[in-house]
């Protein structure tokens, strides 16, 4: 099983700073990667798929870099309906496998 | 509009058995792999399970396998996922989303708990 790691766990941003999350896998997963979005109450959203794509209707703030291991989402400049839960997810091999999450709030 | 509905979930005493259902529409449900997510309370998301488009290929988690089964009806558009023999740490909230690579729609997902 791939075990994927988010680094930091909470990272706190004031609205229009830039925020950087992480995401490592323990072996190549190639560009296989989501990126969700959850708040509170809510299904998860997806934001990015093969790594660097954005889905349907993602804000450009939103780009997802990586491949291999190390993973990345950046979010240029946060507005308020960003403070949420973020999780990325390894789709390469069975079991299909996510992160435990970084939660992103108001600093 | 694509839509996901699931229902059939609720309280079961620890061994017992759940059917849960997910209503698909607003696209060719037959021609996407689907996917169970589940949610244990204040925690992050679990795979649980996938089935390919004509239900020939599917896989599990192995926490769940011998144990729940995935199967999806193409002529009434819907996913289900049969959970016998529940524990405890089965306890969570169950979301259906659509496809494999990268779930681009959910459900609002249904609470299974499991407790006596």
């Known amino acids: 099983e791939i075990v994927m790691t988010q680094s930091p766990a909470t990272l706190s941003v004031s609205p229009g700073e830039r925020a950087t999350l992480s995401c490592r896998a323990s072996?190549?997963?190639?560009?296989?990667l989501a990126w969700y979005q959850q708040k509170p109450g809510q299904a998860p959203r997806l934001l990015i798929y093969?790594?660097?794509t954005r889905a349907t209707g993602i804000p450009a703030r939103f780009s997802g870099s990586g491949s291999g291991t190390e993973f990345t989402l950046t979010i240029s400049s946060l507005q308020s309906e960003d403070f949420a839960v973020y999780y990325c997810?390894?789709?390469?091999?069975?079991?299909?496998?996510f992160g435990p999450g970084t939660k992103v709030d108001i600093k | 509009e694509v839509q996901l509905v699931e229902s059939g979930g609720g309280l079961v005493q620890p061994g017992g058995s759940l059917r849960l259902s997910c209503a698909a529409s607003?696209?060719?449900?037959?021609?996407?792999?689907m996917s169970w997510v589940r949610q244990a309370p204040g925690k992050g998301l679990e795979w649980v399970a996938n089935?390919?488009?004509?239900?020939?290929?599917?896989y599990y988690v192995d926490s769940v396998k011998g144990r729940f089964t995935i199967s999806r009806d193409n002529a009434k558009n819907s996913l289900y996922l049969q959970m016998n023999s529940l524990r405890a740490e089965d306890t969570a909230v169950y979301y259906c989303?659509?496809?494999?690579?990268?779930?681009?729609?959910w459900g609002q997902g249904t609470l299974v708990t499991v407790s006596s």
């Open positions: 989303a659509r496809g494999k690579s990268g779930y681009g729609y």
């Open positions: 607003g696209f060719t449900f037959s021609s996407y792999w």
């Open positions: 997810q390894q789709y390469n091999n069975w079991p299909q496998t």
């Open positions: 093969g790594a660097s």
């Open positions: 089935i390919k488009q004509d239900g020939s290929e599917k």
């Open positions: 072996q190549s997963v190639s560009s296989n």
